[in-house]
């Protein structure tokens, strides 16, 4: 019953938005084994939201709060996080490629099996944060900046050598 009236929400959501009328299209807390491409969520509060195995291709997170949300296995290519609050989120098997990081915190957050292309991470803060070999030589070799709310540079937050 809970996914019925989370799916009517999202499409009357998108079907109110595709109007030009502002209807928050995250109103549900589950979008598990969704297509969201191109969905809206900039400025959200996402807290503990399930996105697991969801599309989200060039989703607008931008300066959301998903603290404790699950990705897992999500998709999100040429998806833009920046200034997204990451803090303990599950990242673990999701795609971020194209993704833009950037002033993002993904402090504590869990993405051991994540994989990370092409993406813009300047001023992401990665404390506490494992990563496998092959993805923190990924982005130890872009990293750069400091993250204006807890002052931690990118290249030391992940621990690049």
Do not use: W, Y
């Amino acid at each position: 019953m809970a996914r019925l009236i989370a799916s009517l929400v999202l499409a009357l959501s998108l079907l109110v938005c595709g109007l030009g009328i502002a209807l928050p299209v995250f109103a549900a807390k589950e979008f598990n084994k969704q297509v969201l491409i191109g969905a809206d969520f900039h400025g959200a509060d996402l807290r503990a939201t399930t996105f697991s195995l969801t599309n989200l291709r060039e989703a607008n997170f931008k300066g959301a709060n998903l603290e404790g949300a699950s990705l897992f296995g999500a998709k999100l290519q040429d998806a833009d996080l920046s200034d997204a609050n990451l803090r303990g989120a599950t990242l673990d098997s999701a795609v971020f490629d194209g993704t833009k990081l950037d002033q993002a915190i993904l402090e504590d957050a869990f993405a051991f099996n994540t994989r990370f292309k092409n993406v813009s991470i300047v001023g992401a803060d990665f404390t506490n944060v494992p990563l496998r070999g092959d993805s923190l030589k990924i982005l130890c070799a872009v990293a750069s900046g400091t993250n204006n709310s807890t002052g931690r540079s990118t290249f030391n937050s992940l621990e690049c050598e």
